[in-house]
């Protein structure tokens, strides 16, 4: 399942038209979206690209880990 699923299912948003989310398409080593003032990547390891404040396991994983991968924030403020 594509990262951007994830996250739309782990807000509870559709899922079409959620590319419209993502930071700075093809500049980043994975796809990155911004939903609010946050960064969020999904992955097993932790994203390398430089977002916000760091990166940390967001606290809501249930779609994460159905699909076997970790759901990463990056907080802006």
Not at 1 to 4: D, V
Not at 10 to 14: A, E, H, I, K
Not at 18 to 23: L, N, V
């Given at each position: 399942?594509?990262?951007?699923y994830i996250i739309a299912a782990?807000?509870?948003?559709?899922c079409q038209g959620?590319?419209?989310?993502?930071?700075q398409p093809g500049r980043?080593?994975?796809a990155i979206y911004t939903v609010g003032d946050d960064y969020f990547a999904v992955?097993?390891?932790?994203?390398?690209d430089e977002c916000?404040?760091?990166w940390e396991k967001y606290t809501d994983?249930?779609?994460a880990e159905?699909?076997?991968t970790v759901l990463w924030v990056s907080r802006c403020h």
């Open positions: 399942m594509r990262g951007s782990t807000f509870g948003t559709d959620f590319e419209e989310y993502r930071y980043t080593s994975r992955g097993k390891t932790k994203p390398k916000g404040q760091g994983q249930f779609w159905k699909y076997g």
